[in-house]
């Protein structure tokens, strides 16, 4: 049985919030050293309790080790060890040149941390989402409280035990609950705030936080289309996409959410789809090792609604006791399908034939701009007009889901798809402020401003024209 969601403890919350405070004051967790050492003991710590995350990634979303590992754990060790190597580089103090009106003096760039960072993370890689951006706020200097999410119960458990066994809640504290909580803490006015999840709760957590005018990251969902040219290698789709699409039932903020395929290749492609299906998860995938079930029954029932239509080509059968929904291919459909209404965020992959590319990049522009966005071509000319046509957050070319796995490709979304950029680099840079400072020398002071004595206008549209 999953653990009850408790009420949020309004008193441990600010008390937290305090500690953190005074913690980051001290100015132990600027030390680029006390990063790295942190980092470390945060893997040793991921370690000790590998098996333990195992399982609870089984219970909660039937993940399998192979699974678990390539998708959660193994990103995080990644993340860590990339953030390591890095971390004394990144958090170097820069010199600029100074302008001439500001000479004689000194320009320097210093990233520093905000201070105390707030992170909630969702339930579909309930442990990656939220270690990845940890990783990032501890790599930068900050301190944080983490909030895992009340829908992927044993994660959570694991994940507050992990942290706990290593670190004191001044540090690093995590706190569990459902959406009250993540609104008292909100409220507490954290330096930062990295948010996971829907676009809807999304634009709620960021009013919440204008409140108190804390600065945000929102990694958001939506819609992410691939398009199928005619010259794309058909076989090769079809194995990247379902890839994409069916792992972790299709729980998955950057998978395929729907296929927009050239009229002329897609019954081929619905057929080598249904193929691929067939090769990756046998005649019946509920027996399969490697397929995933639904988070709960709220979602399931959200997603059985959905196959309530005459365009299932493949699957649609549906299990509401073991939350099983078969790898679903709807084909031939359309924007009228109830499927097309909202993110589908499930194993359910509808096929919309189009007449022409400039069709189908009017459907996406017409549309909020998506997480990701996928393209298959062999063409060049193809790629540049898809990837300079449409806003989205990013993507891949002839693969999916990809391009979130590289430390050096900034992730983030654009427009409803979220706000700011994380992993990597881009991760440091999301959880540090940038303090510009000038220093001038005191025994030279150039009177180049003041009443009595400034420069002449000729001179001063000179410098600043
Ligand atoms: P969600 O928005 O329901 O919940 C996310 C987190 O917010 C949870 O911790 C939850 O407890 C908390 N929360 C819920 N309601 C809240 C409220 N009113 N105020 C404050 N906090 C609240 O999202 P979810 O169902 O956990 O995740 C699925 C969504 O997340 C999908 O839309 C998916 O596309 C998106 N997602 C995006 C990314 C990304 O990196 N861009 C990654 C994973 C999931």
């Known amino acids: 049985m999953a653990p009850e969601l408790k009420a949020p403890d309004f008193r441990r919350i600010a008390e937290i919030r305090r500690e953190q405070r005074t913690y980051f004051l001290s100015g132990e967790t600027r030390d680029p050293r006390f990063r790295k050492a942190m980092l470390d003991r945060l893997r040793a710590a991921i370690k000790e309790h590998e098996s333990a995350f195992l399982r609870a990634l089984y219970l ?48 320097r760039i210093i990233r520093e941390p905000y201070g105390s960072a707030l992170i909630i993370a969702p339930w579909n890689y309930p442990m990656q989402l939220l270690f990845v951006p940890l990783v990032s706020a501890i790599a ?26 290593v670190f004191p809640g001044r540090y690093l504290a995590v706190v569990q609950g459902g959406a009250e909580t993540s609104t008292a803490l909100i409220d507490q006015g954290f330096d930062y705030l990295l948010f996971t999840g829907s676009t809807q709760v999304g634009r709620s957590v960021m ?8 600065p945000v990251t929102l990694e958001l969902g939506g819609k992410s289309p691939a398009i199928v040219h005619a010259s794309a290698d058909l076989a090769l789709t079809a194995r990247k996409l379902a890839w994409g699409k069916f792992n972790n039932a299709g729980q ?23 193929e691929t299906v067939r090769e990756f998860y046998g005649e019946n995938p509920a027996e399969s090792d490697g397929y995933g079930r639904i988070i709960n029954l709220k979602h399931f029932e959200r997603l059985r609604a959905l196959l309530d239509t005459e365009s299932v080509f493949h699957g649609g059968r549906h299990d509401a006791a073991t939350l099983y929904i078969e790898p679903t291919i ?94 990597g680099k881009a991760g440091f840079d999301t959880f540090s402020h940038t303090k510009s400072v ?9 009177p180049l401003a003041y009443p009595h004595k400034h420069l002449g206008m000729r001179i001063l549209r000179a410098i600043f024209r």
């Open 60 to 107: 909660d979303l039937h993940k399998s080790e192979f699974e678990a590992y390539s998708n959660e754990i193994g990103i995080v060790y990644r993340e860590i060890r990339y953030a390591m190597r890095h971390v004394r580089r990144w958090s170097r103090r820069r010199s600029v040149l100074p302008d001439i009106h500001l000479l004689p003096g000194r320009a």
């Open 140 to 165: 930068a200097g900050n301190t944080a409280v983490v909030k895992p999410s009340e829908l992927a119960p044993h994660t959570a458990e694991v994940t507050q035990r992990t942290i706990e066994s």
């Open 330 to 423: 709807l084909y031939p459909t359309s924007w009228k399908e109830p499927a097309m209404e909202e993110e589908i965020f499930g194993p359910i992959l509808p096929i919309i034939p189009f007449e022409s590319l400039e069709e189908a990049l009017t459907t996406i522009r017409d549309r909020p701009s998506p997480l990701a966005l996928y393209l298959f071509t062999r063409e060049r000319a193809v790629r540049k007009t898809v990837m300079n046509g449409v806003r989205f957050g990013g993507g891949g070319i002839n693969c999916t889901i990809l391009q979130i796995t590289s430390n050096r490709l900034p992730f983030g979304g654009i427009g409803q798809s979220g706000v700011g950029k994380q992993h």
């Open 207 to 214: 009013e919440r936080a204008a409140q108190q005018l804390t």
């Open 438 to 446: 000038l220093t001038q020398p005191s025994r030279i002071d150039l």
């Open 252 to 274: 998955t903020c950057v998978a395929p959410d729907y296929v927009l395929a050239d009229r002329r290749i897609a019954g081929e492609l619905a057929d080598r789809l249904r």
